[in-house]
């Protein structure tokens, strides 16, 4: 069983930048994939960034390609979000998430969710 404990997320102004951490326990990190998803409020939960489980390999969703950064650091068992310019859009609770199907958007492929940290960008 693995658990996920997402921490970084606040309130900041449009522009600014915040660094959301995920760190795992009770399972063999590297061999997951680690995704980024976030639900804004009456909508439903959507994909942000993947990572595989060496790191070669990443995915982000369209709307936040050039700001937000996925990297992972399989020592720590952590898997970090950068996120740079954030829009009020980018307003969401945003969730970590673990899975052994690969890079994928879907997120019924990810079998561990941690409790999510709410991100809250003012305009």
């Known amino acids: 069983q693995v658990q996920l404990v997402e921490s970084g997320g606040g309130l900041v102004q449009a522009g600014g930048s915040l660094r959301l951490s995920c760190t795992a326990s009770?399972?063999?990190?590297?061999?997951?994939?680690m995704a980024w998803f976030r639900q804004a409020p009456g909508e439903e939960r959507a994909f942000v960034a993947a990572?595989?489980?060496?790191?070669?390999?990443?995915r982000n969703t369209d709307s936040v390609k050039g700001r937000f950064t996925i990297s992972r650091d399989n020592a720590k068992n952590t898997v970090n979000l950068q996120m740079n310019s954030l829009k009020p859009e980018d307003t969401a609770v945003y969730y970590c998430?673990?899975?052994?199907?690969?890079?994928?958007?879907?997120?019924?492929?990810?079998?561990?969710w941690g409790q999510g940290t709410r991100v809250t960008v003012s305009s």
């Open positions: 990572i595989s489980g060496s790191g070669a390999n990443t």
């Open positions: 009770g399972g063999t990190f590297s061999k997951y994939t």
């Open positions: 998430a673990a899975g052994q199907m690969g890079v994928t958007i879907v997120p019924d492929y990810y079998n561990y």
